[in-house]
Nanobody, 121 residues
Framework: QVQLVESGGGLVQAGGSLSVSCVAS????????MGWYRQAPGKQRELVAQ???????NYADSVKGRFTVSRDNAKNLVNLQMNSLKPEDTAVYYC???????????????WGQGTLVTVSS
């Protein structure tokens, strides 16, 4: 069984910075892509940032230049550094792993439980 455990998040004032991290566990051999999605109240879940195993990144237009996603393949860890935060960044942030291969199984998608980020104006 693969699990994604998130940490970080919380409350920050507009213009501030925050980071969220996620570690994948469960006899993992490889993970194709890791990243973050978010879901604000009343809105659909959307991609924030993603990074592949070779370091290619993809960002939502709304966070380009403000957010940075990074990854430690050896630790199965992905981090999202969020700078210049805006009230509209307020959402539950979900860790996402795609193409997870373990010793015995392959999982196309795994989700974390979510962590709340609140940006006050």
């Amino acid at each position: 069984q693969v699990q994604l455990v998130e940490s970080g998040g919380g409350l920050v004032q507009a213009g501030g910075s925050l980071s969220v991290s996620c570690v994948a566990s469960g006899s993992i051999y490889s993970i194709n892509a890791m990243g973050w999605y978010r879901q604000a109240p009343g809105k659909q879940r959307e991609l924030v940032a993603q990074i592949t195993s070779v370091g290619s990144t993809n960002y939502a237009d709304s966070v380009k230049g403000r957010f940075t996603v990074s990854r430690d393949n050896a630790k199965n860890l992905v981090n999202l550094q969020m700078n210049s935060l805006k009230p509209e960044d307020t959402a539950v942030y979900y860790c996402n792993a795609q193409g997870v291969r373990t010793v015995t199984n392959w999982y196309p998608v795994v989700w974390g439980q979510g962590t709340l980020v609140t940006v006050s104006s």
